[in-house]
C-alpha cells in the first residue's frame, strides 16, 4: 500500500510543478520574473525526480535498500537542484520587487550556495552507501538552511512592504518546506516514521509554485 500511495503522490507531484514551470515560461509573454519562476519549477521536478523515480521503482520492486546506490546518487542530484532552486527563487525577488545594486546581498547567496554544493561533493557523505554519516548530513544543510532563512527574510518584507497580495505566504512556503525537511535529516534514520514529513514538505513546494503561476495568471490577464 505504501508503494502505490507515495508512487502516485510523486507521479503527481513531478508531472504538476514540471508542467506549471512549462506553461510559465511559455506563457510568461517577456515577464522575466515569471520566466525564472517557471525555469525554477522545472528546475524542481526535474531535480526531484532523479531520486523520486528511483525510490518509487525501489519501493515497488524489491526494496529501497537493493538500491542505494542509485538512490544516493540522486539524493546527491537533488541537493544540487534544490541550491539552484534558491538561487533561482533569489532572482525572482529581485525581479519582483525591481531590487538593484546590493552586490553584498547576491555575494551571500552565492557564497551560501557555494558552500553547500561544495560540501556535497566530499566523499565523507557516502551519498552511495545506504548508511551516509548523520554528521555530514547536518554540515551540507547549514549553508543551505542559512540560504532558505535570507530568502524568507527577503520575501517576507518585501511582501509587507509592497502590499504585494499574491506573495503574501510566500515567505510561509520556505518556512514550512524547511520545518518538515529539518527533522528528516536529523531523525528519519533511527525514527523512519519520520521520512513521511517529506509529503508536506513537498506540498509546500507546490504551493511555492502555485503561487507564482497564479499571479502571472492573475497579472497577465489585465
Not at 505504501?2 to 514551470?21: H, K, N, R
Not at 551571500?108 to 548530513?137: D, E, K, M, T
Request: aromatic fraction near 14%; proline fraction near 3%; charged fraction near 15%.
Amino acid at each position: 500500500m505504501q508503494a502505490i500511495m507515495e508512487t502516485l503522490f510523486d507521479a503527481v507531484y513531478l508531472v504538476s510543478v514540471i508542467t506549471i514551470g512549462i506553461l510559465m515560461i511559455q506563457k510568461c509573454q517577456g515577464e522575466k520574473q515569471y520566466r525564472l519562476f517557471g525555469i525554477m519549477a522545472v528546475v524542481l521536478g526535474f531535480g526531484d525526480a532523479f531520486h523520486l523515480i528511483p525510490r518509487a521503482y525501489a519501493l515497488c520492486t524489491t526494496g529501497l535498500e537493493h538500491f542505494a546506490t542509485t538512490l544516493g546518487m540522486g539524493k546527491f542530484i537533488t541537493s544540487i537542484t534544490m541550491t539552484i532552486f534558491y538561487i533561482l527563487l533569489y532572482y525572482v525577488w529581485r525581479t519582483r520587487y525591481h531590487i538593484d545594486g546590493q552586490k553584498s546581498l547576491t555575494t551571500l547567496v552565492y557564497l551560501l550556495a557555494g558552500l553547500r554544493i561544495g560540501l556535497c561533493l566530499f566523499p565523507q557523505n557516502q551519498w552511495l552507501s545506504s548508511h551516509s554519516p548523520l554528521s555530514w548530513g547536518i554540515y551540507r544543510n547549514i549553508p543551505f538552511a542559512l540560504l532558505g532563512l535570507l530568502v524568507i527574510i527577503l520575501f517576507s518584507q518585501s511582501a509587507k512592504k509592497h502590499q504585494d497580495h499574491d506573495f503574501r505566504f510566500m515567505w510561509l512556503t520556505i518556512v514550512l518546506s524547511f520545518g518538515f525537511y529539518i527533522p528528516v535529516v536529523l531523525w528519519a534514520d533511527t525514527l523512519p516514521m519520520i521520512g513521511m514529513l517529506m509529503i508536506p514538505k513537498t506540498c509546500a513546494y507546490v504551493w511555492t509554485v502555485c503561487i507564482g503561476f497564479q499571479a502571472m495568471r492573475k497579472e497577465l490577464k489585465k
